[in-house]
């Protein structure tokens, strides 16, 4: 007989009533699983792997259920991991309180999978999103599962398959009740620093956990956008080869520079296909992107912030892939070059470093912003410490920003600590100098020149915006501001002699 039915009976013969009820049913209980993980692609299926191997039994289901069979008999064969063709059955099998986790696409799969589990879920279970969904979506649907009387966290999680499977950085939000419940596992599957501490902290409430996961994926887009410009550099100004390069990224990935991008860059760099060719020159130039880049651009406009670096690196995605225009551009604009001093390797590194420190800073200002809208109280060091490892954008320099809030949680600016400062002000004649060479020899650098261009307005006491006000005035009477009266009180002139008195309201997008 098996060993959980002989229990069973060995405790109806053996206690009486409600006390043999209750072992009965904690038994049963015991037998459940853990958590319940809903979407086998490539993350779902390696998260329940790393969640399995820390000692937890874990229920999967997946719509096409071929897919579960699969995963049951080969990753998942032997393992404490439980298949199921019904969601109903699926949820059954869960420990209370459930712990039911989603990693299907944004958008409307989500919303379908909670109609479906709502129904079978009791007062205190918590549904967690993992995908990449928009934090204001997030939002609804934690006041939707609030008024169920369920749980909801939106867990941003980072680090890609690798990640999932040996752990990521998480990023999760939503209902505070909730953490408690999901606290051990979540930071037990997750990456951990150096120290040992995991990287995962809660966010907040709301649609916070997957706005930061926003904004990691928006600096991500600026790393990954700067770093194929100093290859560019590279290759077409320096005329370095791709051993070389990748050469001079593993040197760079010992010190400043180090971070997950500039590693695996520097492998994907030397790799050869089957031909022996390297395969970096046979990969046609059109990058794709999923969307993450330009929510953090579409927030940071709602916001009112700069976030130019990103966005330069949004829209050259964009560019890329006009693949046939830009060869037929190519044809009419013929590039000649003016005469420019190959740059040095360290002019190359300085830019790149200091470009890289305006992407962070402007993602970090994003965090901060959004923080004060929507009543957050975003921990802006934690989220730098959990960044730290596990993520694609964790990097040697973390450290120093969560140090930076950690000291001055009100910094008005990454840029304005001092060691920031310092760094800059350091790499400022390689940088503008790199990105003037690249401008006589007809190299595009977008981002490095966003970068550039935010760092001089940023650092300009007047900029020629009281023009632009100027022209609003002019033309649409909507007031300026003096700069010989008080803040805060405005102004119409009536310039041409033949306008009215009467002015447009002043608001701010």
Not at 93 to 111: E, H, Y
Not at 156 to 178: D, F, R, V
Not at 301 to 310: A, K, W
Request: net charge negative.
């Amino acid at each position: 007989m098996d060993s959980y039915l002989f229990n069973l009976v060995y405790l109806k013969l053996n206690f009486s009533g409600s006390e043999a009820q209750t072992q009965i049913t904690m038994e049963i209980e015991e037998k459940k699983s853990d958590i319940g993980l809903i979407g086998l692609a490539v993350m779902g299926e390696n998260l329940v792997l790393n969640i399995e191997s820390k000692g937890y039994r874990v229920s999967v289901f997946n719509r096409t259920y071929s897919v579960t069979e699969n995963f049951l008999a080969t990753r998942a064969l032997g393992k404490n991991i439980t298949g199921f063709q019904e969601i109903k059955s699926f949820v059954e099998s869960l420990a209370k309180p459930r712990k039911v986790m989603i990693m299907v696409r944004a958008g409307r799969a989500v919303d379908e999978v909670i109609d479906a589990l709502v129904p079978l879920l009791d007062k205190g279970d918590v549904i967690i999103d993992g995908g990449n969904s928009d934090h204001t979506d997030t939002a609804r649907r934690v006041k939707y599962a609030e008024s169920k009387s369920l749980l909801y966290v939106g867990a941003g999680i980072s680090g890609g398959e690798e990640g999932a499977l040996k752990g990521p950085s998480i990023m999760p939000g939503g209902s505070n009740e909730a953490w408690f419940i999901i606290k051990d596992i979540f930071r037990e599957i997750a990456a951990k620093y150096d120290d040992g501490s995991p990287c995962c902290e809660w966010i907040g409430g709301g649609g916070s956990g997957h706005f930061v996961k926003m904004v990691h994926n928006g600096i991500e887009y600026g790393d990954m956008q700067l770093i194929s410009e100093a290859y560019s550099v590279m290759k077409g100004m320096s005329n370095m080869d791709n051993e070389s390069i990748s050469h001079l990224f593993n040197k760079w990935n010992e010190g400043k520079l180090q971070s997950y991008l500039i590693e695996i860059t520097a492998n994907i760099l030397k790799y050869r296909d089957s031909n022996g060719d390297y395969l970096i020159d046979k990969i046609l130039d059109r990058a794709g992107q999923k969307g993450t880049g330009k929510l953090s651009v579409f927030n940071a406009m709602e916001l009112g912030l700069p976030l130019n670096l990103i966005s330069a690196a949004v829209f050259e995605r964009s560019l890329s892939s006009e693949k046939d225009l830009r060869v037929k551009a190519s044809q009419i604009f013929k590039r000649v070059p003016g005469n420019f001093a190959k740059p040095e390797p360290q002019e190359i590194h300085d830019s790149l470093y200091a470009s890289k420190l305006i992407s962070y800073a402007q993602g970090f200002n994003l965090l901060k912003r959004a923080s004060e809208e929507f009543g957050w109280s975003l921990n802006l060091a934690s989220i730098a410490a959990i960044w730290r490892n596990g993520c694609i954008i964790r990097s040697a320099f973390l450290n120093k920003i969560s140090e930076a809030y950690s000291k001055s949680p009100d910094l008005e600016n990454m840029l304005l600590y001092k060691y920031f400062t310092e760094e800059i002000m350091s790499s400022l004649a390689s940088w503008s100098s790199l990105t003037a060479k690249a401008a006589i020899a007809g190299l595009s650098l977008p981002a490095f020149s966003s970068a550039l261009n935010y760092f001089y307005s940023l650092s300009t006491e007047t900029l020629p915006a009281n023009l632009i006000q100027a022209q609003r005035d002019y033309f649409g009477a909507h007031t300026f501001e003096r700069s010989d009266r008080r803040r805060g009180e405005f102004f119409h002139e009536n310039w041409t002699g033949e306008g009215g008195e009467t002015s447009s309201h002043t608001y701010s997008v």
